[in-house]
Structure formats: structure tokens, C-alpha cells
């Protein structure tokens, strides 16, 4: 029998399911700020502060009190941050942008937000954020009709939107290609299986399909037009990424897990070279296979830094030099850390529950 005065003390619920004090730290595609999410008024919010500031030197740029915010991101130019927020549990979620920089109103001690979805009865969601105009976002909205969302091209500094195209086809996924061209699109077949579809004149045309038994799905597209995708059509017991030709209907495979255990998880791409540079499966741990040498390299420094930790690479700016990276253990819930690739230097950022002690775990 074990002896009560050797096990480790009891934790209250709070401290392992409560908020985080800290949590989502994202860097400003410029490296200029660091944001992240901790509760303002007693509710989560989003926060700023320069990337050299003190954590306690940060300030609220949003201010619901109703509903955590739960997710956000940078706009590509660094002018805003975009946010997706419904009320009081509606699942009508609005798009939000917020001017970190702005001055805060008086009655709210905040920057004023902007809705750039300002409908009665709708559920928005972001598509796409094209690097050709990084004033505008491409946004899905179901105003004209409830069961489908049509396509928006919206202007992020004035709110201005224009529709890019009008599903009367069931479209549930739309993809842009590297040009940021829409070019293709998914749906749901009328025996439950996935069609993909590209533009073939005024009409579409399916490319592939997976019935409802099996699961494809498009990535992203390649610099040569080719489609990364996700299937286990067929033969495949496993998913594995391959790349489909759009003119063909050929997928060809380029990976899946070398241990032959499970789906394929994540591929990540370099927004500077648009090359595959890791894709990576979940096990009992988080497997990365590395495609770029420099990446590697670095990453495998972080390992050396933390030799017993998993470590995930959660936020970089547009140039790729900075990492937001999370360390962490199983018995240890962790902590954030901001990474320098040219001077190789690591800066504690913060731990997400630093009441949780890791020798109780």
C-alpha cells in the first residue's frame, strides 16, 4: 500500500483546466510585436507588446467580455489583427480587424474594431490571405443564401467587398493558387464522398473524388500548378500526401509515414520559397521529417537546447528568421520561447500555467 505522505499533493481543478495566464503568442509578420492571449476583465482577450517589452508592458487590444476570444491572426502587412468572434454562443461568427496601434476608446480601454462582416443572421469564415494584396482577405459568406457561403474579396483598412464568386454549385472549399488566382474548389458528393473541382470555363469539372468511405482533401497548390493532396483512395490504408495534376486527375505519391502507423499528420511549406520543407506524424509522439537542411538545422538546436522536451515552431515572421517555439514534457505543461535564427539566441517568453508545478505531475 502506498504511503499518503509520499504522493504528490492534490491540484486544484483551476490550475489544470482554467484559463492559461498566457497563451496563442504570435509574432507580427515584421518581427516588430508579439501578441498573445490572456484575460482582460477576467475574460480572454488579445494582447500586444513590442517584441524587446516585458510581458507586463503589454496592452489589450480587444475587449469582449461575453466570449473568450479564442483564435486570431496578423494581417500580412503587420497594420491589423483579424479575428473570428460570434455572440453569446450563436456560432454566427463575424471577422474582426483591430489596429494594435490605435489609440484606446475611453469606455473600453481598447483600439475601436472593425466588423468587415457587418450582417444580420450570418456565419463567416476566412479563406484565404493573398500575399499579392495584403489589404484584402477572401472571406466566405452565406448572406445572399444560409446554406452556402459565396466568396468575398474584402479591403481590411475600408471594409469594402466585392463578391468573387457565387456558389450556386454546394461549393463547401475554396483554394487559391500560388498567384492567388481562386482555382479550385470541393464539395460534397450526393453519396457522401468529396468532389474536387476546377474552372473549365464558365463551368466546373471534378478531377477526383473519394467516395464516403475513404478521405481526400486539397493542402495547397505547388509552383507548378499541381495540387498537394491528402487522400487514402483506393488501395491506401493509411493517408498519405501526394501532388494531383488538375489537368489529369493523376495523384502521385510524395509521403507518408516511414513507420507505416499512421495517417499522414501536417505538411509546412516555406511562404518564401513555397517549398516542402517538413511534414510530420502523430504517434505516441510527434514525428518531424525534415525536407530543408536550414530548417533542420536550427530546429535541431532547439532540440539540443531541450534535449528531453517536444518542441513546436507555432509562429514565424515573414521573413523566417524568428520562431515562436513551444517546449514542453509530459509532465511538465511548458513554456514559450522566442528564437533568433541569425543570432542563435533563445529568450524565455512565458509559461501558460506557472501554478502547475511539474514535480506534482
Not at 475587449?63 to 497594420?79: G, H, T
Not at 478521405?215 to 501532388?243: Q, S
Request: with cysteine; charged share 25%.
Amino acid at each position: 500500500m502506498n504511503n499518503t505522505n509520499t504522493l504528490p499533493p492534490i491540484i486544484d481543478r483551476e490550475i489544470l483546466f482554467g484559463n492559461p495566464e498566457i497563451t496563442g503568442a504570435q509574432l507580427s509578420p515584421d518581427g516588430t510585436f508579439i501578441s498573445f492571449i490572456k484575460p482582460y476583465k477576467g475574460v480572454m482577450n488579445i494582447w500586444v507588446k513590442h517584441i524587446l517589452e516585458d510581458f507586463d508592458k503589454a496592452i489589450p487590444v480587444t475587449a469582449d467580455m461575453n466570449r473568450p476570444v479564442r483564435s486570431y491572426f496578423w494581417s500580412r502587412d503587420s497594420r491589423f489583427i483579424l479575428y473570428a468572434q460570434d455572440k453569446g454562443g450563436d456560432e454566427n461568427f463575424h471577422i474582426y480587424a483591430v489596429n494594435p496601434e490605435a489609440d484606446p476608446e475611453v469606455e473600453t480601454g481598447v483600439p475601436s474594431c472593425t466588423d468587415l462582416t457587418p450582417y444580420d443572421n450570418i456565419a463567416a469564415f476566412i479563406v484565404s490571405v493573398p500575399r499579392s494584396s495584403e489589404d484584402r482577405i477572401y472571406v466566405g459568406l452565406n448572406n445572399r443564401d444560409k446554406s452556402w457561403h459565396d466568396l468575398y474579396s474584402i479591403n481590411i483598412h475600408t471594409g469594402e467587398n466585392q463578391v468573387v464568386f457565387e456558389n450556386k454549385s454546394q461549393i463547401n472549399g475554396y483554394y487559391f493558387n500560388l498567384r492567388d488566382e481562386l482555382a479550385a474548389f470541393t464539395r460534397s458528393a450526393t453519396d457522401g464522398g468529396t468532389e474536387i473541382l476546377i474552372r473549365e470555363g464558365e463551368d466546373l469539372k471534378v478531377i477526383y473524388a473519394c467516395t464516403v468511405n475513404e478521405m481526400c482533401h486539397p493542402v495547397r497548390f505547388a509552383e507548378n500548378g499541381a495540387i498537394y493532396l491528402v487522400t487514402n483512395k483506393g488501395p491506401l490504408d493509411l493517408t498519405a500526401l501526394g501532388l494531383l495534376n488538375p489537368e489529369t486527375g493523376e495523384w502521385r505519391q510524395i509521403d507518408s509515414d516511414p513507420e507505416d502507423e499512421v495517417d499522414f499528420g501536417q505538411a509546412t511549406f516555406s511562404e518564401l520559397t513555397n517549398t516542402l520543407i517538413a511534414t510530420s506524424y502523430v504517434g505516441d509522439k510527434t514525428r518531424i521529417y525534415w525536407k530543408d537542411n536550414a530548417f533542420e538545422q536550427d530546429y535541431m538546436l532547439l532540440k539540443r537546447s531541450f534535449p528531453k522536451s517536444e518542441i513546436s515552431i507555432t509562429s514565424m515572421t515573414k521573413d523566417e528568421q524568428k520562431w515562436i517555439f513551444y517546449s514542453d514534457l509530459d509532465t511538465d505543461p511548458g513554456a514559450a520561447y522566442l528564437f533568433d535564427r541569425t543570432s542563435k539566441d533563445i529568450r524565455f517568453q512565458y509559461r501558460p500555467r506557472p501554478q502547475l508545478v511539474s514535480a506534482h505531475l
